[in-house]
């Protein structure tokens, strides 16, 4: 069986935050692979193995871009989670009595039962968009903060991002499955498992959208540049 075109995501994903100064190459072989036969969820594995050792390679072969990444997106990540949803709430929720733009429940997930299926109220969707918003703000930051290298420095901070995610969700579903037995053991804590899972992968992923779009227009096609550090 022959393939038209490989996966456009994956693709995209590989040409524009692939860390290899063989990128193009390495593209070129997938993209042939591909078309001789080779399956979608084959494109994807390849691709994320080939931008994952790129990272690995660059952050030891490049130790001040690294800090330099680590530090001020971590930095920015930590001031706004300890100013940034204060001020959300005390803007959309007015004063204790609830009298801002949204319902003092807004911070909290609610579930509603739609056609046998329970899914989030609208203030979850609020809250996750307002996040996003800032998730890409960061993302966009880093990257403005650590130009020339803006895509490759946002690409080490969101490894650094999904490595943190992948070690709270572990931790979360072990304490999920540790509780399923006991008196603290709630119907909904599958649902806020999976709403956490798909939340935090959505913001890595609009962080690393802020970092694509925060160098200049003229570079966006050539991929990531490397200047090296001493």
Same mark, same amino acid.
């Given at each position: 069986?022959?393939?038209?075109?490989? &996966?456009?995501?994956?693709?995209?994903?590989?040409?524009?935050?692939?860390?290899?100064?063989?990128?193009?190459? @390495?593209?070129?072989?997938?993209?042939?692979?591909?078309?001789?036969?080779? #399956?979608?969820?084959?494109?994807?594995?390849?691709?994320?193995?080939?931008?994952?050792?790129?990272?690995?390679?660059l952050?030891?072969?490049?130790?001040?871009?690294?800090?330099?990444?680590?530090?001020?997106?971590?930095?920015?990540?930590?001031?706004?989670?300890?100013?940034? &949803?204060?001020?959300?709430?005390?803007?959309?929720?007015?004063? &204790?009595?609830?009298?801002?733009?949204? &319902?003092?429940s807004?911070?909290?997930?609610?579930?509603l039962y739609?056609?046998?299926?329970i899914?989030?109220?609208?203030?979850?969707?609020?809250?996750?968009?307002?996040?996003?918003?800032?998730?890409?703000?960061?993302?966009?930051? @880093?990257?403005?903060?650590?130009?020339?290298?803006?895509?490759?420095?946002? @690409?080490?901070?969101?490894?650094?991002?999904?490595?943190?995610?992948?070690?709270?969700?572990?931790?979360?579903?072990?304490?999920?499955?540790?509780?399923?037995? #006991?008196?603290?053991?709630?119907?909904?804590?599958?649902?806020f498992?999976?709403?956490?899972?798909?939340?935090?992968?959505?913001?890595?992923?609009?962080?690393?959208?802020?970092?694509?779009?925060?160098?200049?227009?003229?570079?966006s096609? #050539?991929?990531?540049?490397?200047?090296?550090?001493a």
């Amino acid at each position: 069986m022959t393939h038209a075109e490989p &996966p456009r995501v994956a693709r995209w994903l590989l040409q524009n935050f692939g860390c290899s100064p063989n990128n193009a190459a @390495v593209i070129g072989d997938l993209d042939e692979r591909y078309r001789q036969g080779r #399956s979608r969820s084959w494109y994807w594995r390849q691709s994320s193995i080939a931008m994952i050792t790129s990272v690995v390679a660059l952050t030891r072969s490049n130790k001040l871009l690294t800090v330099r990444a680590l530090v001020t997106g971590w930095s920015i990540f930590f001031l706004y989670a300890l100013t940034l &949803p204060r001020m959300i709430v005390h803007i959309l929720r007015g004063s &204790p009595t609830g009298s801002g733009l949204l &319902p003092s429940s807004w911070t909290r997930v609610q579930w509603l039962y739609v056609r046998g299926w329970i899914v989030p109220q609208g203030d979850a969707y609020t809250f996750a968009l307002i996040s996003g918003i800032f998730a890409f703000f960061i993302g966009w930051l @880093v990257g403005r903060l650590n130009r020339p290298n803006h895509r490759t420095a946002v @690409v080490i901070f969101v490894a650094s991002l999904f490595v943190c995610y992948l070690i709270a969700s572990i931790s979360a579903l072990v304490k999920m499955l540790h509780d399923w037995s #006991s008196s603290s053991w709630r119907y909904d804590n599958p649902y806020f498992f999976v709403f956490g899972l798909v939340g935090g992968l959505l913001g890595i992923l609009t962080t690393l959208a802020g970092g694509f779009f925060s160098g200049p227009p003229a570079d966006s096609a #050539s991929g990531p540049v490397l200047k090296r550090s001493a």
